[in-house]
């Protein structure tokens, strides 16, 4: 068992949460959505598992490398 | 290292059969002595640390039987009390001639398994700056290879010498001199500090080992002794931080083998030197291909990205692709690719990463990337999609205008042809650094294209403060106002106004680009050689 930590890569605002702590989750699926100089930035799994922790919600602010959510698998 | 009875003096006073035989089998001797490098045990803690040694790099990185080995025989001989030499330990410098894809190059390395790759005192330096192996890219204007895993010279030095050099006693002067002729290469294959590390710097390209090299100005002991801070060797100088976050090696390898291919990749773009012209290979992709799905790659919702990368390889030959410094920079793509078999050099805005906004690290690395293509005559293709510089308390922390600006400088001094091609967005300045004003200046663009001073999203808010704010209803105001000003926005209008030269259908890109590419052949052979270098950039 082990965690994944999945981190921002831009500087940006949380727009939309796709999924919820618990949901399965494949290589590449869209974990939320950022905003980022007007753009959607998805964020997407790294790795398979379960979404164990979601560390932010819709309107939160977000810095480059800070942790968005934990993968657990 | 082997021990043997030999006399080389008396050999040489004997009759000539028999010093014949000697001579041969003092040279034998000597060879096998290189051969065995620093003995067995350090060769096993080379392969236990995960490290090829100096001459298996040689071998995986070279075209086989090419290697051509000079200064053989450089090391510290030891003699019993009768003169006769008992053992040799080889120099700590591997270096000669080979091929990679056929064609000679100069590489050198340090050999860590002899004394941990350190500065080796000789009548001439075999590697390192101003050593035999960058004399010999010089002269016979070749590229260049260093395979380095050393950390340099050691204040021990000073002992031997009785005094204490002065900086630059080894200069740099040929190693910068270098990258004005030829290629040059670095891997980076242990820890590097020192001349070594300088070395890597001064290169058109360079890799490092993931988890099993590192690169710094200074040591973990240095900054305990001189910060007061723990740091182990892999946080300060791995390719986490060295490739990813500071760009100081271009590349990062999962292997050292892998490393090797990179610097086989890379130097199948390069001409020789800066005399000739980047090698041609031939090309089964048809030039005329045509691609539908590029019609539909640019989604029509503004705020959604799309991969650039796909968009790169749905244009240009297929097959390998070269993208330098993936994991830095990432609002730009930097690659080198083929057109019908010619090299070129693709600058392509990465929507995916701060919507492809041009940062400070991006500006260095697009700056870098137009640097090399213009020294070795390389064209260059803009896919623009740029919405302009980063904006953001980090970014001017960051310097990003004066580094932007930079690049707008740099790509205004290109010498070599450039193609700009607007997949999206080309806004303000950080667009001018998509376009070369002082040359022909040719601007393709896709239907999807927009461009401007600055985007109407923001750039309305700014001009209309007043009418906004004393509006009824600020937020539909401004909308409004948006929508008004998108409509003059459209490309065709810039087209019709020959401000922008020629629209194209995306799927007919890579002709288009192709058709243009082999235009440009002819400029670039009337203007080989070294390029002149004006100005201080900003």
Known sequence: ????????????????????????????????????????????????????????????????????CTIES | ?????????????????????????????????????????????????????????????????????????????????????????????????????????????????????????????????????????????????????????????????????????????????????????????????????????????????????QIFAAGPPVVKRSLGRDIDKEELGGAATAVDKAGTIHNAADSEEEALDQIRQFLSYMPQNVWEMPPVVPCDDPVDRCEAALRDIVPEKRTQPYSMHDLINLVVDKGPVFEIQPTNGKSVITSLARLDGRPVGIVANNPKFYSGAMDASSAHKQIRFMELCDTFHIPLVFLVDVPGFMVGLKAEQEATLREGMRAVYVAGQLTVPTLTLVIRKCYGMAGMATCNKNDIDLKLSWPSGEWGSLPVEGGVAAAFRRDIANSADPKVREKELEAELRAYASPFRTAEAFAVEEIIDPSETRPILCEYIALAEGRLKASLGPKRKAGVSP
């Open chain 1, 1 to 68: 068992m082990s965690i994944t930590n999945v981190a921002s890569e831009v500087i940006g605002s949380v727009w939309k949460v796709e999924m919820s702590v618990g949901d399965t989750v494949k290589v590449g699926d869209t974990i939320m959505i950022l905003e980022s100089m007007k753009m959607e930035i998805p964020v997407e799994a790294p790795v398979e598992g379960t979404l164990a922790e979601l560390k932010v919600k819709p309107e939160d602010s977000v810095d480059e490398d800070q942790v968005l």
């Open chain 2, 1 to 213: 290292m082997h021990n043997r009875e030999l006399n080389s003096e008396k050999a040489s006073a004997d009759d000539n059969e028999t010093a014949g035989s000697s001579i041969n089998e003092e040279l034998h001797f000597r060879r096998v002595s290189a051969l065995e490098m620093g003995g067995a045990e350090a060769i096993e803690r080379q392969h236990a640390n995960g490290r090829l040694t100096v001459r298996e790099r040689f071998s995986e990185l070279t075209d086989a039987d090419s290697f051509r080995e000079v200064g053989t025989l450089g090391g510290s001989g030891e003699y019993d009390e009768n003169n006769k030499l008992v053992r040799v330990t080889p120099a700590p410098y591997v270096a000669g001639m080979a091929r990679v894809n056929g064609r000679p190059v100069a590489i050198g390395g340090e050999d860590f398994t002899v004394r941990g790759g350190t500065t080796f005192g000789a009548a001439r330096r075999k590697g390192g700056q101003g050593g035999f192996i960058e004399d010999l890219a010089h002269y016979y204007k070749i590229p260049l290879v260093n395979l380095i895993d050393g950390a340099g010279g050691t204040v021990t030095s000073a002992k031997r010498r009785g005094y204490v050099a002065f900086p630059g006693v080894h200069g740099f002067e040929r190693s910068v001199q270098l990258l004005g002729e030829v290629p040059v290469v670095s891997a980076v294959l242990g820890t590097a500090a020192g001349g070594p590390a300088g070395r890597a710097i001064l290169s058109h390209f360079s890799v490092m080992v993931r988890g099993t090299s």
